[in-house]
Structures are given as C-alpha cells and as structure tokens.
C-alpha cells in the first residue's frame, strides 16, 4: 500500500511571533496523538524553544526535550537542528528557515516564517517552489485576526 505523501503547510507569521504561534500548533498536534519534531538552523533556537515550550502558559506546558538529551526519542516533542526522527514524529516544523530535507516519514510538514522579513520570505517562496516540483500537496496559511485563513 502507498502511503500518503507528506502534506506541507506554509504559515507566514503576521500579527504574533513564532514564540506565540509554535505552542498553539504543537497543542494542536499533541491532540491529534502526533509526535513532532521542530528543527531550527541553529542551537540558540533549541535553547531558547527548550526553555519557552516549559514557560509559555502559567497553566500548562509542552512535553519536549532537545535531541541531544538522554532519552529524548521517548518526547512527543523534539527540539534539534538535526534531519533525524529518533521520535518517530508524524508532524515536522520548521523555524528560522530550517530546509525540509527528506519527508517520506512525516504526516505533514509545517513551514513557519516571519512575514516582515525579507529574507525569510524569500526562503518560505524557494521552499514552496520545490515543495511543488515535488508533487507533494502544499497549502499556504495566513494569519488572520484570529486564528488562521487558508489562502492557497
């Protein structure tokens, strides 16, 4: 049996920063019973997310770990820079530009990039361009006023 080619999602951030949007869509992935991977380009992010995913809400937290911890292939959640799926993730995201690299594991791919930088808009297009010549199905979402509209 085939399976289902990835689904790559484009998020262009507008009204919040990564920092708002990423735990939104991880909740959102936990609830579906997925395990994600987010990569970045580099290990300042890692940091940083490590600590922000345990602090964004008073109430509650994300359970993650970066990929260099022991142990870390048993958390729904990997934090890495890596092209690995120790966790067997279902969902990939991908922070400050992060190159998708192979996706034949993955359910879907979500692209998140700032849509005030130039750069970054730049990367989300060349992405979207190979993403298509690939065949795999791709969707572009924008942020609305709440929540998020789905534009192509």
Same mark, same amino acid.
């Given at each position: 049996?085939? !399976?289902?080619? @990835?689904?790559?999602?484009?998020? #262009?951030?507008?009204?919040?920063?990564?920092?708002? !949007?990423?735990?939104?869509?991880?909740?959102? *992935?936990?609830?579906?019973?997925?395990?994600?991977?987010?990569?970045? *380009?580099?290990?300042?992010?890692?940091? #940083?997310?490590?600590?922000?995913?345990?602090?964004?809400?008073?109430?509650?937290?994300?359970? #993650?770990?970066?990929?260099?911890?022991?142990? /870390? !292939?048993?958390?729904?959640?990997?934090? *890495?820079?890596?092209?690995?799926?120790?966790?067997?993730?279902?969902?990939?995201?991908?922070?400050?530009? !992060?190159?998708?690299?192979?996706?034949?594991?993955?359910?879907? @791919?979500?692209?998140?990039?700032?849509?005030?930088?130039?750069?970054?808009?730049? *990367?989300?297009?060349? %992405?979207?361009?190979?993403?298509? /010549?690939?065949?795999?199905? /791709?969707?572009?979402?924008? %942020?609305?006023?709440?929540?998020?509209?789905? %534009?192509?």
């Amino acid at each position: 049996m085939m !399976a289902e080619a @990835c689904e790559v999602w484009f998020y #262009h951030l507008e009204r919040t920063g990564l920092d708002q !949007a990423l735990p939104e869509l991880l909740e959102k *992935t936990l609830a579906r019973g997925w395990r994600a991977i987010v990569r970045a *380009t580099g290990p300042a992010r890692v940091e #940083h997310l490590d600590g922000w995913l345990w602090a964004y809400r008073d109430e509650s937290f994300l359970p #993650h770990a970066p990929a260099d911890e022991p142990g /870390a !292939a048993r958390q729904p959640i990997l934090l *890495t820079t890596g092209d690995e799926n120790p966790n067997g993730a279902d969902a990939l995201f991908l922070v400050d530009g !992060a190159e998708p690299g192979e996706l034949g594991d993955y359910t879907r @791919c979500v692209v998140l990039f700032d849509g005030g930088d130039e750069e970054a808009l730049a *990367t989300a297009r060349r %992405q979207w361009k190979s993403v298509k /010549a690939k065949g795999l199905p /791709a969707s572009y979402w924008k %942020q609305q006023g709440r929540g998020w509209e789905k %534009q192509a």
